[in-house]
């Protein structure tokens, strides 16, 4: 049986990331939240703060993994914002902690680091690619950033076996509604249900972004993390982009009434990339890896998952 530990399995991405891995003969699947009562089929799961070392290192040091998702974070760039110390205390600090426990208990562990496209210096000429240059601009990418420094440390010290992932932006199904497309779909399926006036209310809608579909992101994770070497870099992304206002035309045009777009003042961040795009080159010529679900489809599905919802807390 290979022994896989996946930190942050109640998040979105983790959801379907487990389903996968679950899914594979030969898999025994441990996840860490610190989500109270959470349960995934197939999986056993150890309530924990990533925060709190000593806990940590004792799951870490019961499962003794050979393949280690880190996913644990907080994932949200307005969020950071408010909550910078909070960000930099789950993403660097908890990846500290769980670097110090696989160092102890699985030095062999094969280690994927979740990042993030923030990471890098906005270039609205080129995509971006594994090599181009980093500059965070919010405390998110700042903290991914220095999770990456990290990991490279523990490497070059160790021989630690840990590659990352650099996450452009993706959605689908069981988003939380923090995310704009999430945000925009929850808000069109509660306008159709008759419990919201029929606006919504928005902030920049002229940013571009890369955006993948949920699914693919995972699966891209467990064929990445099977093969990458020590060390080595690959972005996670579509090649396709976005602006936002695209997005919202897309969700408004399988409302099934009519919607008013204003515009809110509170939704704009105080710094915002205006495009991440990415290069997607390298998976695809290692991996062979190629998104398997149209953007339209993924909005599609993300909607009918909102409208499935009925009287969930608006605030969720």
Known sequence: MSRILVTGCSGFLASHLLQGLAGEAGNRVFGVTEVAGFRHPGVEVFQVDIRRRDDLERVVAQVR???TFHLAAVANVGFAWRNPALTYEVNFLGTSNLLEALRQAAPGSRLLLMSSAEVYRPDAESPLRETSPLAPQNPYALSKAAMEMLAGMYG???????????????????????????????????????????????????????????????????????????????????????????????????????????????????VDNPMLRGDPGLIRRRFGLVPEYPFERTLLDLLDDWRGKAGEDPGR
């Open 65 to 67: 993994p050979e393949r």
């Open 156 to 270: 070059r010290a160790f021989a630690m076996k840990a590659c990352v992932a650099r996450a452009f932006n993706f959605t689908g199904p069981g988003q939380d509604r923090k995310f704009v497309a999430s945000d925009f779909a929850s808000q069109v399926a509660r306008i159709e249900r008759g419990e919201s006036e029929p606006v919504i209310r928005v902030g920049n809608l002229e940013a571009v972004r890369d955006f993948s579909d949920v699914r693919d992101v995972a699966r891209w994770l467990r064929i990445v993390a099977a093969g990458a070497e020590p060390g080595e870099v690959f972005n996670l992304c579509s090649g396709a982009t976005y602006s936002i206002r695209r997005l919202l035309d897309l969700l408004l045009g399988h409302a099934r009434v009519p919607i008013r777009v204003e515009v809110d003042a509170d939704r704009f961040r105080p």
